[in-house]
């Protein structure tokens, strides 16, 4: 497993967000994007998305918590070879989490490319 530090990691994680187009990032609206190191249920997925996706933010109301974006950090560090493998991978995740907060299925994503 590579070694990377919460905060280098964490790092890395802003970097990918920067690197994303305007445009995809222009319509969250009370999103945040987190880092744990292990999704509750163990499982193996690398990033996942809570929340209401835009589709369905007829039903939000004011008031309502945020929703997230999780990156889980050691599933990421145990699926890549190297550093450069991690910073491709965040990136795709990020797009793939972002995705679904458009309202994107499992299926249209991965038919687009996008995780």
Known sequence: MLSVTLEEFEALVSEGIDSLHEGMLAELDNVIFLVEDLPPDG??????YE???L???GVYGYGEQ??????FRENLLDHCRDLDELVREIRVTLVHEIAHFY???EDRIHELGWG
């Open 51 to 53: 929340g209401f996706s």
């Open 66 to 71: 945020p929703d997230r974006i999780i990156l």
């Open 55 to 57: 589709a369905e933010r």
């Open 103 to 105: 309202g994107l299925s």
């Open 43 to 48: 499982s193996d997925i690398l990033g996942v």
